[in-house]
């Protein structure tokens, strides 16, 4: 797989939106995440779920494009989730403290069932 | 008695920095050298430490406290600035040539500008175009001039502008405009340049290769003033920051950024922006929800609160601020806690809207006055969020209870009363510079400085903008001090916090220059000596003081010139203490700093003496106080060694603050064309 890229998949169960991404949230694919995200939420998601199962790695540049998502879609009264992250992308995540902004669920199920 | 007083950090002598054009390799005169510097500061501080202690414990004239006191201090503060001055220059290491850029890095090139004139920042645009590494040229114009966006178009230059997130937010200046770009683009790495600073093609190609250490966050070159004249009347070259200090401070990994001229990486910008993020996000919640019960208490109390549709919902707005405070102590994330609540208070707003619909209407007006609530104990900028987000609620009754709105609101994710949620570059002072590196620091990141004039810039040419520009750096040094003081941060080696302290405490300089300048007035006009006696064991500790710290000076600067810069930095004593006052009451009160705006072309039409107020009267008042003391002695009054003494202790003061006389008689020469008084200042 090509080193800046990313694939987002959006599927809809009812209301709600999963972006399932593929690849590396990087400095150049932040753009697609984002622009994924304003789709679901244009599309009327009530709730946006990330889907990490596939991602690979993120960088800050990711990261901060997720505060960025996560931002946008509080500011349209919808929520976004995370769920799958694999160990590396967990650890990268936790050394900035961004576990404490966002929690990592396990599945989508256990995102959308979340209160 | 003054031990040197150099107050050297930032503020130093004339050019001859072209000496430095290429990289030297460290040799065994280099060795030498330093070995000379580590016995002298060992010296300087062995000597310094027996003075003072003779001076704190033997010397004290305290009949005249109120000036030997003062002496003290000041010089004691000087023997901190010279200990720290030893401290950095006894390790300052000559870095060997990086390794050669590595082919394929992505680069951005930002040049920043405001309202420099557009011939001026294509110069610059165009010089960076040929930059010989594959980068991409951008303009960062926070100007938003069309006339400047049409000429980079034209160029094939990138030109970026503020996006319409930031209007009615505030606009953090030079940081601001940084921060702006960074979300505009996604280059691995940074050039930033002044729109004045005019790159040399082979900068990227010598400065890169340092990044192969995957820790090092940024690469800093000095920054070299083209338009300035060999005597350097308004001392706008810093050969000693941009040579010994930086190379010292480099040896202790705390070379710091200095706003132009530096390569950074993304990677660690975003990484500073998203953790100062987090950390900020959780001061607001868990400040918001400490205040929460008393805001609601107050609301309760006000009349409206009688309308049962009111009262329900305060209730309900406080249970909800309850439940999330206890939610964040047990670990929910900041998400979670300001989802509840935001849902938890749109559903009460949406049951209380249904019961107001069916309300008389009588009932509705007493609702809708709500008037203007009591303030609370939230900022402006959180405030005015309240006033930003009327859309969703302005129908409930809660948007009327300014108070109560602004709590639901900071209780929230998106940080509303910014521009970006992300700020990569700090925006906590006007020299986002300094407190960038720090934090940057406190990472574990490493930075380098590179010895190398890779820019030729253009310095201040009138007074009033060169005193706007130094002033300008000192509050925004004294805000970091005061603000993010390196001694209260975590992750910062002690080395490091020393080394940032070191800059910070050559601002505070212009409290002793006044003592300095005041104590040989006193005894020359009223015979007061703030010293027991001008014994021979007063001389016996302070001349080889003296003597160690003016050598380990000549040997840190050699080859440099440094006269200007120690003129300037007692000379313009006015500047530094304005700048301290200015921003104490800016961090500790609010207050705007309040530094006039430069001006764009050269103000003078003839000689500002009027800006060197303080300095001649200074002059005058020792001059006449020299003169008092011949009369004094000619009539048999006063002490004639002591006089001798402190006649050239004037000699020492008049020969420092005489800078300004060149410098106002400069403003009469005639402006070079092309040249724009403000270049460098941005």
């Known amino acids: ?115 | 008695m003054s031990v040197g007083g150099y107050g050297v950090d930032v503020h130093s002598g004339p050019p001859m920095m072209r000496h430095l054009n290429r990289v030297e390799s460290p040799g065994p005169r280099t060795r030498v050298r330093l070995l000379a510097l580590r016995l002298l500061a060992l010296a300087v501080l062995l000597l310094g430490v027996n003075y003072l202690v003779w001076r704190w414990t033997a010397s004290l004239n305290w009949d005249a406290w109120w000036i030997a006191l003062p002496l003290v201090l000041a010089e004691t503060y000087t023997f901190v600035d010279v200990a720290l001055f030893a401290v950095t220059v006894s390790n300052a290491r000559t870095r060997s040539l990086p390794n050669p850029a590595p082919p394929g890095l992505s680069v951005d090139v930002f040049i920043t500008t405001y309202n420099e004139p557009v011939d001026l920042v294509m110069a610059t645009a165009r010089a960076a175009q040929r930059i010989r590494y594959p980068h991409n040229t951008w303009i960062l114009d926070d100007g938003s001039r069309l006339e400047m966006e049409l000429a980079a178009r034209n160029q094939g230059i990138g030109y970026i502008t503020r996006g319409p997130e930031w209007a009615g937010r505030p606009r953090h200046a030079k940081a601001g405009n940084l921060n702006n770009a960074l979300v505009r683009t996604h280059g691995e790495f940074i050039l930033i340049l002044d729109a004045d600073q005019v790159p040399a093609p082979e900068i990227l190609d010598n400065s890169l290769g340092y990044f192969n250490d995957r820790r090092v966050a940024l690469v800093q070159t000095p920054q070299y003033f083209a338009n300035v004249p060999a005597h350097d009347p308004f001392g706008s070259q810093a050969p000693l920051f941009y040579g010994p200090i930086q190379q010292g401070k480099d040896a202790w990994n705390a070379a710091y950024f200095c706003g132009s001229n530096a390569i950074l990486r993304r990677e660690a910008l975003m990484q500073l922006g998203l953790a100062r993020y987090v950390k900020e996000t959780e001061r607001r919640l868990v400040r918001a929800l400490k205040a929460a019960k008393s805001v609601i208490r107050r609301a309760r109390r006000r009349p409206e609160a009688r309308n049962p549709i009111v009262a329900r919902l305060l209730a309900e707005v406080g249970h909800a601020m309850v439940a999330a405070r206890s939610d964040l102590r047990a670990g929910a994330t900041f998400a979670e806690v300001t989802y509840r609540v935001q849902e938890r208070v749109s559903a009460a707003e949406a049951a209380g809207a249904a019961d107001h619909m069916s309300m008389r209407s009588s009932d509705r007006d007493a609702v809708a006055s709500l008037g203007a609530d009591l303030p609370v104990d939230f900022d402006d900028e959180e405030l005015d969020t309240a006033v930003l987000r009327l859309t969703r609620r302005d129908l409930s009754p809660l948007a009327a209870m300014g108070s109560v709105h602004a709590l639901i609101e900071a209780v929230s994710v998106e940080g509303r009363s910014e521009a970006q949620a992300i700020m990569p570059l700090a925006t906590i002072s006007v020299t986002e510079d300094m407190a960038t590196s720090m934090r940057l620091h406190a990472f574990g990141w490493k930075s380098v400085y590179h010895h190398e004039i890779l820019a030729h810039g253009l310095a201040p040419e009138d007074l009033k903008s060169m005193l706007t520009q130094r002033l300008r750096w000192a509050q925004g040094t004294v805000q970091v001090a005061l603000r993010e003081n390196p001694w209260f941060q975590q992750g910062m080696s002690v080395a490091q916090k020393l080394m940032y302290s070191a800059t910070m405490w050559s601002y505070l300089n212009g409290f002793a220059t006044v003592t300095f300048l005041a104590a040989p007035v006193l005894f020359l006009v009223m015979g007061i000596l703030p010293v027991t006696g001008l014994s021979a064991g007063f001389f016996a500790r302070f001349l080889p003081l003296l003597a160690a710290s003016q050598l380990l000076f000549l040997v840190s600067s050699l080859g440099v010139r440094t006269w200007r810069g120690q003129q300037y930095s007692f000379a313009l004593f006015p500047v530094w203490i304005a700048a301290c006052s200015t921003a104490v009451r800016n961090v500790c009160f609010g207050r705007p700093l309040g530094f006039a705006v430069t001006p764009k072309v050269r103000q003078a039409s003839g000689p500002e003496w009027g800006l060197m107020k303080p300095q001649l009267w200074a002059m005058a008042v020792l001059l006449a106080a020299s003169g008092v003391a011949l009369v004094r002695l000619s009539v048999g009054v006063g002490d004639i060694f002591g006089t001798v003494v402190n006649l050239v202790w004037v000699g020492v003061d008049l020969a420092l603050l005489g800078v300004v006389i060149p410098a106002v008689r400069h403003g009469l020469r005639p402006a070079e064309p092309g040249q724009t008084s403000e270049a460098g200042i941005a």
């Open chain 1, 1 to 115: 797989m090509r080193r800046d890229f990313l694939r987002c998949d959006i599927e809809w169960s009812g209301r709600n939106a999963v972006v399932k991404i593929h690849g590396t949230l990087n400095r150049v694919s932040a753009q697609n995440l984002r622009g994924a995200v304003r789709r679901s939420i244009d599309a009327g998601a009530k709730l946006v779920v990330i889907d990490f199962t596939a991602l690979e790695s993120i960088d800050s540049s990711g990261m901060g494009a997720l505060v960025g998502a996560l931002r946008s879609a509080r500011l349209a009264d919808r929520d976004l989730r995370i769920a799958g992250l694999n160990p590396r992308v967990l650890h990268t995540f936790k050394h900035v403290g961004m576990d404490r902004v966002l929690r990592p669920f396990d599945d989508i199920l256990s995102a959308i069932a979340a209160r």
